[in-house]
């Protein structure tokens, strides 16, 4: 009767340790569509990456926002970043993206580090991406404005937790970080952001 009780009592415990219900990260198949609709200003919110240079960077990201403009062809895209990293607020405007519509990546190239990512279904004001680094699994989420509801904060946790990220690997931004814009003056001694 004893190790009956045990296994009863212990049962409300395993269940409550069971891991999330892991949805599969869906990817978008690019159509004529898909691109226009990344175009515009984005604002970084989370990010977890196993690959070493982007998991350097996201320890020292405190804020980031970032625009997607057309290319000089339909296969890429400039991009315009703002970020504080530590204390220092940077701009980055000699950034491009290259769109693979044959098999719906993207890739980005900068100081001699490639990295591509996945672009996952979501809704049209979210901007998931599946990093796809040798390997290593990472994943970020970005939004059209800085307030993203909890639910879908919660999801995108549970998401990290699928992937195998624990909550010390989990780094969000805050909006109390976010660099002045270029001629912008904030009267708190920050100046304005240095160009990269």
């Not at 062809?73 to 990293?85: A, F, G, Q, S």
């Not at 989420?141 to 690997?169: I, M, W, Y």
């Amino acid at each position: 009767m004893l190790p009956s009780l045990a296994l009863l009592l212990a049962l409300p415990l395993a269940l409550a340790t069971e891991p999330p219900t892991c949805a599969p990260l869906v990817p978008v198949t690019f159509d004529n569509t898909t691109i226009p609709g990344l175009l515009g200003h984005w604002v970084y919110i989370a990010g977890s990456s196993k690959y070493p240079p982007h998991l350097v960077e996201l320890k020292e990201l405190k804020h980031a926002t970032f625009s997607f403009y057309p290319g000089s062809h339909k296969d890429e895209l400039n991009v315009t970043e703002i970020m504080r990293m530590n204390e220092t607020c940077v701009v980055r405007n000699t950034s491009k993206i290259h769109v693979f519509w044959e098999n719906s990546t993207l890739a980005h190239v900068e100081d001699n580090v490639m990295s591509t990512a996945k672009l996952i279904q979501t809704d049209k004001d979210l901007l998931i991406l599946n990093h796809l680094n040798s390997g290593f699994p990472g994943l970020s989420l970005s939004a059209r404005t800085p307030n993203v509801s909890k639910e879908r904060l919660e999801e995108f946790r549970a998401q990290l937790h699928c992937l195998g990220f624990t909550d010390d690997e989990m780094f969000f931004t805050s909006e109390k970080d976010a660099c002045p814009l270029p001629g912008e003056k904030t009267g708190e001694g920050d100046t304005e952001p240095h160009l990269e």
